[in-house]
């Protein structure tokens, strides 16, 4: 099957390479761009459609201008598949639109965030559309209620070969240490951790906290406020928990490292006692975690993640396997102090972590299941995670109301609208 990956680049607004260990690069981006390597290495006929240069470009990279024009492209080259990251955007409904009736591309959505119910009723509305792929069963779950959960197909995310092997044994930091990973917006939830620092260091004082991650992560192209940390309204929020500048959180522990290159992150999250990851729920502001690749990347060198007890970090980390999950800010502070003062338990949950890495979060993995996809063998769901289920299981719809009450009440009282009832 001839397949093209479509990368908005552009987006990035910096140079970016194939060479996905030497950059910093959203989870999102590095992994598209590693299986469109994986599946080039197996000899597939994939090709990588961006729209700006990379700094070295081989024979199956091309350059469009546009998804329409990746789209046009793929047409006039017979290709079989497009694969396209799902967002709510108008160049994906005017791809709807154009590829309605022609069924010459199939059109594969990959949805590393969850789409809208508005998005979900584009697709179906387009006979090209052939899969929308998931990254958990919990997020391929929530959309039960729509007629596109019978074109859903679940890859988990995975993390790099290298780190399957690394960080044996750990190198911990003298003081105790921990790492923040995730861009600087209050969609990662980074407000909380701030908001929480002050306690945790009453508690252990002794403590610092590492943060790897600024808004432009996804787009370098963000004016940032006076520090140069984040966006400024954003920057004087987490700020007015940390000092008011670099130097008064500084003083406290905390240091901002910017977008930190993967090979460099590797290592601060083995020196690391725990890692942080978004702690947003859907009570206390921002978007959840359909994944989470940082918490792979954490679990894979044997570090335990705290994170929130929300969506895909369920699945994902699992609470107390591969770290701890909260639902609230006194769990949080509780979560870090506990993983911080007892060695035992921190070890315990590490080696999970790393284990369940392995098994579940390899690239090998993932890419055999790509290959699944594209070759038309498709089963619908991932492999059994935790203790949630592949099936769908009877009475699902009050399963997705405790998980998703806010954006299941939404879409089912809009749907309530349209058909009538």
Known sequence: ???????????????????????????????????????????????????????????????????????????????????????????????????????????????????????????????????????????????????????????????????????????????????????????????????????????MPSAVLNVCGSPGLYSSSLELGEFGIAEAEFEREILSHLGLSREGAAARGVSFLGSVPKKELYGLMNRSHLVIVNPNTVTNGGSTETFCVSAAEAMAVGTPVVGAYADGLIEIVGNNIGGMLTQRQDELIQAVVTLLQEEKLREA??????????????????????????????????????NVNTRLPKFYLFTVVRLFPLRFTKALKRAKRMIGW
């Open 1 to 203: 099957m001839k397949t093209a990956f479509y990368f908005d680049s552009k987006e990035l607004s910096r140079s970016w390479s194939l060479n996905i260990s030497n950059q910093a690069l959203s989870g999102t981006d590095g992994t598209l761009l590693q299986i469109y390597v994986g599946l080039l290495a197996r000899d597939e006929d994939v090709h990588l459609l961006c729209t700006s240069e990379p700094d070295v470009r081989s024979g199956t990279v091309h350059l469009v201008g546009s998804l329409l024009d990746a789209y046009d492209f793929c047409t006039s080259n017979d290709f079989d598949f497009l694969v396209f990251i799902a967002v709510p955007s108008r160049h994906q409904e005017d791809l709807f639109r154009r590829a309605r009736t022609d069924k010459k591309v199939r059109l594969i959505a990959w949805a590393q965030c969850t789409p809208s119910f508005e998005w979900l009723n584009s697709a179906c509305e387009c006979d090209s559309f052939y899969k929308l792929v998931a990254v958990s069963n919990i997020q391929r779950n929530s959309w039960a209620y729509h007629p596109a959960y019978a074109k859903t197909f679940v890859i988990f995310n995975f993390v790099e070969d290298l780190l399957l092997d690394y960080g044996e044994p750990k190198h911990l930091s003298v003081e105790p240490t921990i790492t923040y990973v995730g861009a600087l917006r209050p969609s990662k939830g980074f407000q909380h951790v701030a908001k929480a620092w002050g306690s945790i260091r009453e508690r």
């Open 349 to 386: 949950l590490g080696e999970k972590a790393r284990k369940r890495a392995n098994s579940l979060f390899n690239k090998s993995g993932a890419v055999n299941r790509w290959l699944l996809l594209l070759n038309n063998k498709s089963n619908a769901a991932g492999e059994a995670v935790s």
